[in-house]
């Protein structure tokens, strides 16, 4: 059988991967597809920049590879939304099945890219784009259509899980444990999407779209990083029984879903407070799964190519529109308000010394029906009050914050964090 040859756009780290792995696992490939694979082209910017690369593979001309009838199936490892966008909506244009390792573009573009797909019968398929190694897109799209799944909540960030663990087993500044992220080649190209969320928000918008089958517009996913979490927290966290986590979360309640990114306290019994490092994992709950856990490698060049190359192999395996590719079951969902989700709160109040004080931020939570399950009071300056509530509206408990926080005796705007659930 004549070799199926494929396309690249982008040779960087994970291209290269990409490139290595195919070559190095060609036996196997062949027994699976039934035919040996090649990359006959890759896209990118300055070759020069690719020592390492064989002669003739490159090229800076993206119509070598739209063009070239021989080429069927193209993966997207070069990152970014211009001129990547434009360049896969051609190659869907001109038949070629593509995969992508680009949460943003899916994220932003998808219903365009998706669109584009189907009307020209081919393939889209994005595994990389969440979570590197962990197979979490096709075991939502492929194994869990009749499961039920009403939540997922994950940590789908390596850089900042990494930057978590290191500050609290080694202590390191927030700072380093980032640097460290980006020289092990964890971080996006700009950390900023690390660090503020936006990179999990993306993620989450492509989970939630899949599991829940609507379009769940990045936009609409409200996002906090670890950017902006203090040290003091995740020690206070730390001292109450919890690990502080960077969840990305979505939720299905009636025919209403949320999707959103948040600093979360989660129970050092919870199975998402063992993951440390750059390991990511998703939990996927269902009416008739219970719950499932997926656990592994959510970054690294090496990690990323695996998703890639499985998703090649699929689209090869299954030549034509693969059954997963139409989209007409996607529909049209409300909205489901933050402020009424519920969950268990930690909420840190920076306070002057004073009397009286502890009893103004037990009634302002107390007005609001929330209901205080522990508090801890520690000297730093003025003092911290740290509170875990008892199960209340996220509404509620962030309208008592927002209450003390105006008061006279309060030092800096209060902190508010949900716990995460087991059983929710
Ligand atoms: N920068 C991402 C992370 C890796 O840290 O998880 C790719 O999504």
Known sequence: MSATRIGL??????????HRLLDGGAAAIERVTGGPVQVAAALVRDPG????????????????????????????VMGGI????????????SGKSVVS???????????????????????????????????????LRESMIVSGVHRIDGIVNGTTN??????????????DALAEAQALGYAEA???????????????????????????????????????????????????GYATKLIASAIQSGSAVVARVHPCLVARDHPLAAVEGA?????????????VILEGPGAGGEETATAVIGDLLAVIGTRGTGFLQHDGYFRGLDRLPVRELESPFYLRFDVEDEPGVLAQVAQALAERGASVAQVVQRSAGGVHIVILTHRAREGAVRDAAAAVGALGFSRSEPVVLPVLERGA
């Open 101 to 139: 390792a680009n949460k943003q573009l899916l994220a932003r573009h998808g219903e365009e890219l998706f669109d584009a797909a189907e009307e020209h019968g081919v393939q889209l398929r994005f595994e990389a784009s969440v979570c590197a190694a962990i197979p979490v897109v096709k075991v």
């Open 49 to 76: 920049r690719h020592p390492a690369a064989p002669g003739g593979l490159l090229t800076t001309d993206f119509a070598r590879l739209r063009d070239d009838a021989s080429i069927s199936v193209v993966a997207e």
């Open 162 to 175: 990494f930057i978590l663990s290191r500050m609290v087993q080694t202590g390191a500044a927030y700072a």
């Open 9 to 18: 756009l982008g040779y960087g780290n994970v291209g290269a991967a990409v």
């Open 190 to 240: 700009d950390p900023t999407e690390d660090v503020t969320g936006a990179d999990a928000a993306a993620k989450i918008a492509i989970l939630a779209s899949i599991a829940f089958h609507t379009r769940v517009r990045l936009e609409e996913v409200e996002h906090a990083g670890i950017d902006r979490l203090d040290l003091s927290d995740v020690e206070h966290a730390a001292e109450l």
């Open 82 to 93: 211009e001129p990547t966008r434009a360049h896969v909506l051609a190659l869907l244009r």
């Open 279 to 291: 390991f990511n994992a998703v939990m996927l709950r269902g009416e008739s799964i219970r719950e």
